[in-house]
């Protein structure tokens, strides 16, 4: 049974930085693929950005050149920085690992079928 426990959310003034951690009880180095995800009250729950096996990476417009996704396999970890954050940005975040669709790691909620339980980020 996968597991996967997100960590490093909290409170934040708007233009300022946290860093969330997802530990994962699955080598997530071999895992197809990896990604964020967050669900905002009322919204549907949006792909945020992915890594691959291979490391590389994919990010929507809305938080590229301001969060960057990475693994650390010493801690068997998936993180995600985040940078410059926005009202908007208050959400809350999950870590999902799944399969790649056509050959790629795409923010699609239907190609992950392991989720965290969340962790929650507010931007002020």
């Known amino acids: 049974h996968v597991q996967l426990v997100e960590s490093g959310g909290g409170s934040v003034q708007a233009g300022g930085s946290l860093r969330l951690s997802c530990a994962a009880s699955?080598?997530?180095?071999?895992?197809?693929?990896m990604g964020w995800f967050r669900q905002a009250p009322g919204k549907e729950r949006e792909g945020l950005a992915t890594?691959?096996?291979?490391?590389?990476?994919r990010y929507e417009a809305s938080v590229k050149d301001r969060f960057t996704i990475s693994k650390d396999n010493a801690n068997n970890t998936l993180c995600l920085q985040m940078n410059s954050l926005k009202p908007e940005d208050t959400a809350m975040y999950y870590c999902a690992a799944g399969r790649r669709v056509l050959g790629r790691c795409l923010t699609m909620k239907g190609a992950y079928n392991y989720w965290g339980q969340g962790t929650q980020v507010t931007v002020s």
């Open positions: 890594i691959d096996s291979a490391f590389n990476t």
């Open positions: 699955v080598d997530i180095y071999s895992t197809d693929c």
